[in-house]
């Protein structure tokens, strides 16, 4: 099993930023497939970021359009820790931020169906 908990939302201002982190506990991170996915008050849970199990040749990563050149993820596997740099935050990235790890290799897993394990989430709130 592996428990996620998020930290790092709170409120800002448009053109702002801030850091989301997800820290594990129960297992290695680093052997998990790892995301970030959001939900939007009415809206369904929507997938915003992932990066792959880091191998010999690298990890990969994908972004969702809507904040591709605006958001990071990236890993620090020393404490077991992913994380999320949200740069230039519009109104419309308000919502529930959910970080979630997948017991798969090789891939970069964007479908919320690929993961297994699932933080309680953080608010997000941009004020225009």
């Known amino acids: 099993q592996v428990q996620l908990v998020e930290s790092g939302g709170g409120m800002v201002q448009a053109g702002g930023s801030l850091r989301l982190s997800c820290a594990a506990s129960?297992?290695?991170?680093?052997?998990?497939?790892a995301g970030w996915f959001r939900q939007a008050p009415g809206k369904e849970r929507e997938f915003v970021a992932a990066?792959?199990?880091?191998?010999?040749?690298?990890?990969?990563?994908d972004y969702a359009d809507s904040v591709k050149g605006r958001f990071t993820i990236t890993r620090d596997n020393t404490k077991n820790t992913l994380y999320l740099q949200m740069n230039s935050l519009k109104p419309e990235d308000t919502a529930v931020y959910y970080c979630?790890?997948?017991?798969?290799?090789?891939?970069?897993?964007?479908?919320?169906?690929?993961?297994?394990?699932w933080g309680q989430g953080t608010q997000v709130t941009v004020s225009s």
């Open positions: 990066v792959s199990v880091l191998t010999s040749i690298g990890s990969q990563k």
């Open positions: 979630a790890a997948a017991r798969k290799l090789g891939i970069v897993a964007v479908t919320g169906e690929e993961y297994d394990y």
């Open positions: 129960g297992r290695t991170l680093a052997n998990y497939a």
